[in-house]
């Protein structure tokens, strides 16, 4: 594994501005180029996030393949990952995540007719299933404390739903995925849209510190997952939208 800084070179000024004009998952498709060994390659192996410094996008990649500068264009500094942890070990994280729920909620008479028609279209046996429906902690906070009674001149700001709505959905992954949250701060709710893709999805940033519970599994669920044969690393992150910048949970000793 692999933690690397990615820059972009201001040496080419409309290569600059093609990044700093890009969406996430224009980036994602740029950061390809780090990997030119993956030729056709569908598989996502590196998670990514945009930060910047001083005016320009720097990118934070932890992949699965050491990355290669592309010239002129993106330039690599990177080091091995290979964290070597132990329970009860305490670090400090950044996490931009993509803040979604999946619920299953009962079909309608008329969306149970379509999916037995379409399941018989191509050949499968009839399944009655539920509906999986993602919803954005966020607004569904805000949508359920509005239901409750709640006034729009009495709900909390912006800033304190995704901080409750957040910390919320921070910590029940956390419990499955071997840490424990001692601190946490959830801001910048952004939410984006992707036109020519119809994708709506919504991102907040976290930072705090973490408690080790479970090494292996922290590892497995955060970072990589080895296969059982140990052929093959996947990796992992937390939450989905990983292909738009969110999952990269990045961490430091105190």
């Known amino acids: 594994m692999f933690l690397s800084k990615v820059t972009v070179s201001a040496e080419q000024p409309d290569q600059l501005i093609e990044v700093l004009q890009a969406d996430h998952y224009q980036l994602h498709q740029l950061l390809w ?22 005016g320009f996008p720097v990118f934070y990649v932890l992949s699965i393949s050491e990355p290669r500068s592309v010239a002129g264009v993106l330039e690599v ?8 942890l132990k329970a009860g070990d305490r670090l400090r994280f950044s996490l931009r995540a993509n803040p979604v729920e999946q619920l299953t ?14 399941r018989e279209k191509h ?13 954005d902690v966020v607004i569904h906070l805000k949508k359920t404390l509005l239901a409750q009674g709640v006034t729009k001149g009495d709900l909390p ?5 995704g901080q409750m709505a957040g910390e919320k959905w921070l910590q ?7 840490f424990k949250l001692i601190s946490v701060i959830a801001e910048g709710y952004q939410q984006h849209h992707f036109k020519k893709r119809k994708i ?11 408690e080790v519970t479970d090494p292996e599994l922290f590892i497995k669920k955060a970072f990589y997952d080895r296969q059982e044969d140990d052929s093959e690393l996947k990796i992992t992150g937390i939450g ?11 961490v430091a000793r105190i």
Do not use: M, W, Y
Not at 112 to 117: A, C, I
Not at 172 to 178: F, L, N, P
Not at 200 to 210: A, M
């Open 240 to 250: 989905p939208a990983k292909a738009f910048g969110c999952g990269l949970l990045s």
């Open 77 to 84: 500094e990177t080091k091995s990952f290979n964290p070597q």
């Open 172 to 178: 029940q992954r956390a419990e499955k995925s071997g």
């Open 123 to 135: 050949g499968l046996r009839d399944k009655t299933t539920k509906k999986r429906i993602r919803h």
């Open 33 to 54: 180029k780090l990997f030119p060994e993956s030729g056709e390659k569908k598989q996502r192996d590196f998670l990514f996030r945009r930060d910047e410094s001083k």
């Open 105 to 118: 909620q009962e079909r309608s008479e008329e969306e149970t007719r379509l999916l037995q028609n379409a």
């Open 157 to 161: 700001s912006q800033a304190e739903l």
């Open 200 to 210: 709506k999805l919504s991102t907040l940033d976290f930072q705090g510190v973490l």
